[in-house]
């Protein structure tokens, strides 16, 4: 459930640099030599969305796997097993 909210929190980002890229590529030029370029040639330059959802997958599968080694340890403690 966590993943999904995670997920769902960066397509809200995406949207936001989405109409945040639209206002901005209106405006923003560069020259080159005479002429006049937009500074970003591809929204992907200016929002990497996979950049962005590799780091939250692996951190919640590190997490995940650390909560399941807690919970085999404290089923040995409470069973009594050793090693």
């Known amino acids: 459930m966590m ?3 995670r997920l769902q929190l ?6 936001l640099h989405i109409q945040a890229w639209l206002n901005v ?12 370029v937009p500074y970003f040639k591809s ?5 990497k969305h996979s950049d962005e ?3 939250k997958i692996k951190g919640n599968v590190q997490e995940e ?3 399941s ?6 089923l040995k403690a409470n069973t009594g ?3």
């Open 25 to 36: 590529q209106a405006k923003a030029t560069k020259q080159r030599g005479k002429k006049t």
């Open 65 to 67: 796997k650390r909560k």
């Open 81 to 83: 097993e050793k090693g």
């Open 3 to 5: 993943k999904a909210i």
């Open 10 to 15: 960066i397509d809200k980002q995406q949207d």
């Open 69 to 74: 080694e807690l919970r085999s340890m404290l």
């Open 53 to 55: 959802v590799k780091p």
């Open 43 to 47: 929204f992907d330059e200016f929002f």
